[in-house]
């Protein structure tokens, strides 16, 4: 690899020796949060794409047929002077619906036109997921509606959080976009407001943190649909799900306890009328960032205070992201066809079959499990279904997204969402099409789905510095390498490690076991708790699956390099560093360290590393370095 610059002695704090040179010059776009290895990745595809998407626009380039209604939707958002004349007009009859209903026995009646016609959310989110112990089937599914925060411990600890004010700055936008609601006095504009912030809060105690969340096993709580009905004295449950799935049976899963214990606290007038405001708003939040510029603009300055973002997109950036969020899988098909090469999928796919067999060789020494598990274990390793690069066929959902020239940006807006609702609760009565991908080929990311127990490894990120055919290997394994490992370990993190081959929940353990691995899973959660930063610190219970993914994917890689005879292990860990990069607004930063289930990148780099003997070699670490950790509080479980 190239000669490197340190900033200070790695040794002392990996991190820093390796992008601090990078952090002193690097520039955090305006209309961004931050910069670094996966967002500068993003960076550089967006800009391809979207000079891609302005020629097919103008004519300058003929528009692949593939594309078509993703140019299309592009057009209408870069219409800017047609979204100016239309403004919030093509939802005026829902609002004037959602307007003339109040109290609980309207909100009863009208529960299926309110949401399924007309499109607002319930103060309930009931939908269509694949059945976590039937994993080749879809279930109904319950759980409670968002918060205006980002998460509940922002309600919590309101004075060290700046919750008021946050909620403060929320009401400004708020009212500033009602202000272009025609016929909205401002009065009525206050009450809205004001109902729903009352609404807010009464969720705010009542459903899941991202600590909660987090643990997705947990989310699984089969009830029938009597039961849940019987918990919402009033609103008429039952006869809600009859009309929007007829034939739906009797099973659902509860993924928030709690909410279905307390909602029927919501169930009074008074609540239903501060949850019909705050239903009100969202619908108009949504649409307006759909509207003209200046409500699109404006719609965003919550989010952009909250993440230190200082302006909003220009706006052909706005038309590409609109065009492309919608037709994800679709757009990601033209990215892989077109710049994912042949050589490079076949060297990639080698590199994840190497790391398979090499997890499969790692469980076979691991004498913390018995013979029993580390066959089951092994099983799951060997019926992973790999993909990579981009999808060979996209979900039947996109027939249904139609583009009409005649329309304007929002009324197409309208009808696409209306449409994917459709679709998606027809999924109900369909088995599980394990060949769709969660993550579009453009996209710079990877992930493991545990109900499928499948890797998707999109072409976005099989670039530098993660990948490429002319870096060292030792350089592609610290950097794609670690991060299929980390996906791998996804398989048997404290989430995975519940579900078996085929992604169904199922306990595959012996009890002793399970008891060692749960210790491990411990320490792996006390090692990245309470770790400093932006005057924070890191929560470990939060974090920890990610980190024991971080910490498999890192061992993984090494052995892999020691199977292909690498001595110098220093490209390794530098380019582990280097790919976590990243600079960053500090409130992102505050934000991120509660609702992220990864560690801080800062600590990716630094932490991981201590625990394997490599690093110490490699460096030449000593007790008395910053980087060093004592081998009793060391930590590989996979």
């Not at 625990?611 to 490699?618: D, M, Q, S, T």
Request: charged share 25%; glycine share 6%.
């Amino acid at each position: 690899m190239a000669e490197i610059k340190f900033a200070c002695r790695p040794q002392d704090d990996l991190y820093t020796a390796v992008n601090g040179e990078w952090e002193k010059t690097a520039v955090i776009p305006a209309d961004r949060s931050s910069v670094g290895g996966f967002a500068d990745l993003d960076i550089g595809v967006e800009k391809l794409l979207m000079h891609e998407f302005e020629a097919f626009r103008t004519g300058a380039e003929p528009t692949p047929e593939l594309l078509t209604r993703a140019v299309a939707l592009y057009a209408q958002a870069m219409d800017a002077e047609r979204r100016q004349a239309e403004g919030l007009k093509p939802i005026a009859a829902d609002l004037e619906f959602i307007s003339g209903l109040s109290g609980l026995e309207a909100v009863s009646d009208q529960a299926y036109t309110l949401s399924i016609e007309h499109g607002f959310p319930l103060f309930f989110n009931v939908d269509v997921d694949v059945d976590a112990k039937d994993s080749d089937h879809h279930v109904l599914s319950i759980a409670g509606p968002s918060t205006i925060l980002p998460d509940t411990s922002y309600y919590a600890d309101r004075a060290n959080t700046h919750a008021d004010e946050m909620l403060q700055a929320w009401s400004a936008m708020v009212r500033k976009i009602l202000a272009h609601v025609e016929g909205l006095s401002s009065d009525r504009a206050e009450a809205l407001i004001a109902g729903a912030l009352a609404f807010d809060a009464r969720i705010a105690t009542m459903v899941k943190s991202s600590v909660e969340w987090a643990d997705y096993i947990a989310a699984y709580n089969p009830s029938t649909v009597a039961d849940v009905a019987a918990k919402m004295p009033g609103f008429g449950f039952e006869a809600y799900l009859d009309r929007r799935f007829p034939g739906h049976g009797s099973k659902i899963i509860v993924a928030e306890p709690r909410f279905l214990d307390e909602v029927h606290n919501l169930l009074n007038d008074e609540a239903m009328n501060e949850y019909l405001a705050w239903a009100y708003i969202r619908k108009v939040l949504n649409a307006a960032s759909y509207a003209s510029e200046e409500l699109r603009t404006v719609a965003g300055e919550f989010r952009r205070g909250l993440y230190g973002i200082k302006e909003a997109p220009a706006l052909d950036k706005y038309a590409y992201h609109t065009a492309s969020n919608i037709f994800s899988d679709i757009v990601g098909i033209y990215y892989g066809q077109t710049y994912f090469g042949a050589e490079a999928r076949a060297d990639i796919t080698e590199i994840v079959k190497d790391i398979i067999a090499t997890y499969s060789e790692r469980i076979a020494t691991k004498e913390w499990l018995s013979p029993n598990t580390r066959k089951k274990a092994q099983l799951k390793l060997s019926t992973m279904v790999l993909k990579l690069g981009y999808p060979d066929k996209v979900s039947p959902e996109y027939d249904t997204y139609l583009v009409d020239e005649h329309d304007c940006l929002l009324t197409t807006m309208l009808k696409i969402g209306k449409a994917a609702r459709a679709y998606r609760d027809t999924l109900l009565f369909k088995d599980v099409d394990r060949e769709l991908w969660v993550m579009p080929g453009h996209m710079v990311n990877a992930c493991y789905n545990p109900t499928s127990n499948d890797l998707t490894f999109p072409a976005a990120i099989l670039q530098a510095p993660f990948y490429s055919i002319k870096q060292s290997r030792a350089e592609n394994l610290g950097g794609i390498g670690t991060v299929i490992g980390h996906e791998i370990s996804h398989a048997f993190d404290n989430n995975g490690a519940q579900c078996d081959e085929k992604g169904n929940i199922n306990n595959w353990w012996t009890e002793e076991d399970y008891k060692n691995f749960q210790a491990m899973t411990k320490a792996e959660t006390e090692q990245f708790d309470h770790l400093p930063l932006c005057g924070s610190y890191t929560n470990g219970e939060l974090i920890v699956s990610e980190s024991i993914a971080d910490n498999g994917g890192v061992g993984a890689a090494l052995q892999a390099a020691h199977k292909e005879g690498i001595t110098d292990l220093k490209p390794f860990f530098i380019n582990y560093a280097k790919i976590w990069c990243m600079k960053a607004e500090d409130s992102y930063r505050l934000v991120l360290l509660k609702v992220d289930v990864h560690a801080p990148n800062y600590w990716r780099a630094n932490m991981q590393p201590r625990n394997f003997p490599e690093w110490y070699e490699a460096f030449d670490v000593k007790e008395t370095d910053g980087m060093y950790l004592a081998p009793e509080k060391r930590v590989s479980i996979w």
